[in-house]
């Protein structure tokens, strides 16, 4: 069997991925058609050894199309997500809209798979944030055998979190380095952002952590355990693809090192590379293209009972967007052949 998928956003850098990636992972797919804002209307992009003309999102019908991912921001999906989901068309939204929504599942399919017994509510499943996508990867086998009681995270986040304008942003400042009659002020980021890093990801909140750091807390919580207390400081570093995550865990029960890089190697999405000497480590660079989720530095924090600190490193364009979206649409697939 195969279904009627839409693309929504698809000349942006998630778009195209989602486009590779269901042709990676062979998503069982009878018709595909690729969707963006007017402005691109015609534009081509590349869906396996096929090219597609984009489709303008203004005149779009969702109906008789199966499943819509969304890769455009809150603003488009909220006008045109409800309009899908009424025609019968299963949204996997990537944006932040529906994530906290009681009504939508927020899903990783590694850790509450589960959740997507409830898409019918809304005809909305909602897509993680990148930062949360990898972490909670890690965070969830560790958490069925000791419970988490506190996780102290602190991001390493790449440019293309920010589009297609922040990678532009990054290269340009980059090259007027090396050119002094050539300069490239901050416009996409609040500072400098070529051999700088930025404290800095979304908007300031009253109790001065950023919306990217809530956003950590919240969803982790919605997909793991409400119980887990979580604080995130997020940090845009001058990488062009792969999140990096510094994590420091406290649990109910001890946990051994070695026992937990037992249970993360035999964790479903997780790749182990953490050998003690000079490169047993993965950095973000050796990441992208990957559908992993790498662990490293996995080590006991003496600092307290109950304590491992841990590296974890993931392409944000897969995992934390692209793949998580195709593998919840893989997810939604199975379910809906169970309903018949």
Not at 105 to 134: D, F, M, R, W
Not at 183 to 209: L, T
Not at 214 to 219: F, N, T
């Amino acid at each position: 069997m195969g279904y009627k998928v839409v693309v929504v956003g698809a000349t942006g850098n998630v778009g195209r991925e989602m486009l590779n990636i269901l042709v990676e992972r062979q998503f069982p797919i009878d018709e595909i058609a690729a969707v963006a804002s007017r402005k691109s209307l015609g534009t081509e992009v590349t869906f396996g050894e096929t090219t597609l003309k984009t489709k303008d999102l203004d005149a779009f019908d969702f109906s008789g199309w199966d499943i819509a991912l969304f890769a455009v921001g809150s603003g488009p999906t909220k006008t045109y997500a409800p309009k899908a989901a009424a025609a019968g068309c299963v949204v996997i939204d990537n944006s932040s809209l529906y994530r906290y929504h009681p009504a939508v599942p927020l899903i990783v399919p590694e850790v509450n798979p589960e959740a997507i017994h409830g898409y019918a509510k809304k005809n909305i499943i909602a897509n993680p944030n990148c930062s949360t996508a990898q972490m909670v990867v890690a965070l969830k086998p560790l958490h069925d055998r000791a419970r988490i009681k506190r996780v102290v995270v602190s991001t390493y986040q790449s440019v293309s979190g920010a589009g297609k304008e922040g990678m532009d942003e990054l290269w340009d400042q980059t090259k007027a380095i090396y050119n002094p009659v050539t300069d490239v002020p901050p416009a996409k980021f609040q500072k400098q952002i070529a051999f700088n890093v930025i404290p800095h990801i979304d908007d300031f909140m009253d109790d001065g952590s950023t919306k990217e750091e809530w956003k950590m807390v919240a969803e982790t919580k919605k997909i793991v355990d409400t119980k887990i207390k979580i604080t995130a400081t997020c940090v845009r570093v001058p990488v062009f693809v792969g999140h990096s995550e510094a994590i420091n865990i406290e649990f109910e029960d001890f946990l051994d090192e070695d026992e937990a890089r037992d249970i993360l190697r035999e964790a479903p999405g997780i790749m182990v590379i953490d050998k003690r000497e000079a490169g047993g480590y993965v950095t973000p660079i050796e990441c992208v293209g990957d559908f992993a989720t790498f662990i490293s530095r996995i080590r006991q924090d003496s600092t307290i009972d109950n304590g491992l600190n841990l590296w974890c490193v993931s392409d944000n364009l897969r995992k934390g967007a692209a793949l998580n979206a195709v593998q919840i649409a893989e997810l939604l697939g199975r379910e809906i052949l169970k309903k018949g």
